[in-house]
Antibody, heavy 122, light 111 residues
Framework: QVTLKESGPVLVKPTETLTLTCTVS??????????VSWIRQPPGKALEWLAH???????SYSTSLKSRLTISKDTSKSQVVLTMTNMDPVDTATYYC??????????????WGQGTLVTVSS | QSVLTQPPSVSAAPGQKVTISCSGS????????VSWYQQLPGTAPKLLIY???KRPSGIPDRFSGSKSGTSATLGITGLQTGDEADYYC????????????FGGGTKLTVL
């Protein structure tokens, strides 16, 4: 069965760089039409899409966070990594990775990880 | 401020029907399919509806979706207390970074 699991630090200091890893199973990161997104949710607030990467290495980033984000994948390890630089307390959130199924005009997140809460505090 | 607009909350009695709206623009809903997600308290979102009106395996037909122009609607019939959750609409946006966009979420209360 398809699973995704996020891992990374639970606490980071302001100005530090956050590195999160999403380890997937039940599908390959080389599958056509499939990719992985990172999505975050501050406590009590809405979902916010951050970035995605597809099997052909196509990447896209949130316009507002583009300068701080880098997404990459290691297909052999079934992992997708997101780095976010210059962390701030407003970046405190639960970070999810989710599988994307995409085609022309459509794209949806059919499987989600359990999420990992990252707190930014000195 | 979310790109897609949803009502903050809706409520209805058990057994009743409720609809949740999602409003966007031509760069997102107007030219892309819409999906809906259910987030029960303390859990990750779960896909409810994709491609405007399709249900993944295991989602009961009490849940339905529709789209018209730049708006979409989620309908839930035969409300159950277990349906109390936050509901989010989502789609792709062509004008920004060609990435995903979500609504602000709607809290459903089953009275």
């Amino acid at each position: 069965q398809v699973t995704l699991k996020e891992s990374g630090p639970v606490l980071v200091k302001p100005t530090e760089t956050l590195t999160l890893t999403c380890t997937v199973s039940g599908f390959s990161l080389s599958n056509a039409r499939m990719g992985v997104s990172w999505i975050r949710q501050p406590p009590g607030k809405a979902l916010e899409w951050l970035a995605h990467i597809f099997s052909n290495d196509e990447k896209s980033y949130s316009t507002s966070l583009k300068s701080r984000l880098t997404i990459s994948k290691d297909t052999s390890k079934s992992q997708v990594v997101l780095t976010m630089t210059n962390m701030d307390p407003v970046d405190t959130a639960t970070y999810y990775c989710a599988r994307i199924v995409a085609a022309a005009g459509t794209g949806f997140f059919d499987y989600w990880g359990q999420g990992t809460l990252v707190t930014v505090s000195s | 401020q979310s790109v897609l607009t949803q009502p903050p909350s809706v409520s209805a009695a058990p057994g009743q029907k409720v609809t949740i709206s999602c409003s966007g623009s031509s760069s997102n809903i107007g030219n892309n399919y819409v999906s809906w997600y259910q987030q029960l308290p303390g859990t990750a979102p779960k896909l409810l509806i994709y491609d405007n009106n399709k249900r993944p395996s295991g989602i009961p037909d009490r849940f339905s979706g529709s789209k018209s122009g730049t708006s979409a609607t989620l309908g839930i019939t035969g409300l159950q207390t277990g349906d109390e959750a936050d509901y989010y609409c989502g789609t792709w946006d062509s004008s920004l970074s060609a990435g995903g966009v979500f609504g602000g979420g709607t809290k459903l209360t089953v009275l």
